[in-house]
């Protein structure tokens, strides 16, 4: 069985610019979770999806944004890159809301703005 | 404000000898706790949880001790083996938290010396 997989792996972009960020969740998860871990840092939480509205989001700006598919995948959209932004984010996806369930989390996508 | 922490970045352990991680928690809603493991490259993978209901769970190798009172718990490994160093993040989630959001502390990096 397929894990979370996330797409692309790295990704190196201009102070300014968008990146678009992809997960795609465990077959039959509905929950996805977005997490952003800067050098040094834990895990920050960003958004959580499910059944594709967006259920609650972490401390971050509105140029953090997202969606998520008919068929659970999920996209991360960042606008107006800074070079704070720099950073591995992680996708987790779980089985639909329940609390205390197992989360996994795919390999992370690492985004370098310069 | 860091409402899980895990004040040492990182630990060295001779390979058979037990590991501790630990890991503090200042939210008294936390009402359920995680361990994760991270390895280069790769996703943080579930470990082992603790309900707040338990004061420590094991699994193998591993076991969870959760001191309510000092809002602190433990990971402990016996016997360590070089397999197993890596990063290990503490989360926690809130009995009000839907879905599965977790709050992460800043990760220990674990080194086992064969």
């Known amino acids: 069985e397929a894990g979370v997989t996330q797409s692309p792996t790295h990704l190196i972009k201009t102070r300014g610019q968008q990146a678009t960020l992809r997960c795609s969740p465990i077959?039959?998860?509905?929950?996805v979770y977005w997490y952003q871990q800067a050098l040094g840092l834990g895990l920050q939480f960003l958004l959580w999806?499910?059944?594709?509205?967006?259920?609650n989001r972490g401390n971050f700006p509105p140029r953090f944004s997202g969606r998520q598919f008919p068929n659970y995948s999920s996209e991360l959209n960042v606008n107006a890159l800074e070079l704070e932004d720099s950073a591995l984010y992680l996708c987790?996806?779980?089985?639909?809301?329940?609390?205390?369930?197992?989360?996994?989390f795919g390999q992370g996508t690492r985004l370098t703005v310069v | 404000d860091q409402q899980v922490k895990q004040n040492s970045p990182s630990l060295s352990v001779q390979e058979g000898r037990i590991s501790i991680l630990n890991c503090d928690y200042t939210n008294s809603m936390f009402d359920y706790f995680l361990w994760y493991k991270k390895y280069p490259a790769e996703g943080p993978t579930f470990l082992i949880s603790?309900?707040?209901?338990?004061d420590k769970n094991e699994d193998g190798r591993f076991t969870v001790f959760l001191n309510k009172s000092a809002k602190h718990l433990s990971l402990h490994i016996v016997p360590s083996q070089p397999g197993d160093s890596a990063v290990y993040f503490c989360?926690?989630?809130?009995?009000?938290?839907?879905?599965?959001?977790?709050?992460f502390g800043g990760g220990t990096r674990l080194m086992v010396k064969p």
């Open positions: 077959s039959g998860h509905t929950s």
């Open positions: 603790i309900s707040s209901i338990k």
């Open positions: 999806y499910d059944e594709g509205e967006e259920r």
């Open positions: 987790a996806s779980s089985l639909a809301g329940n609390r205390n369930t197992e989360a996994f």
């Open positions: 989360a926690a989630s809130a009995w009000y938290n839907a879905g599965n959001m977790l709050t």
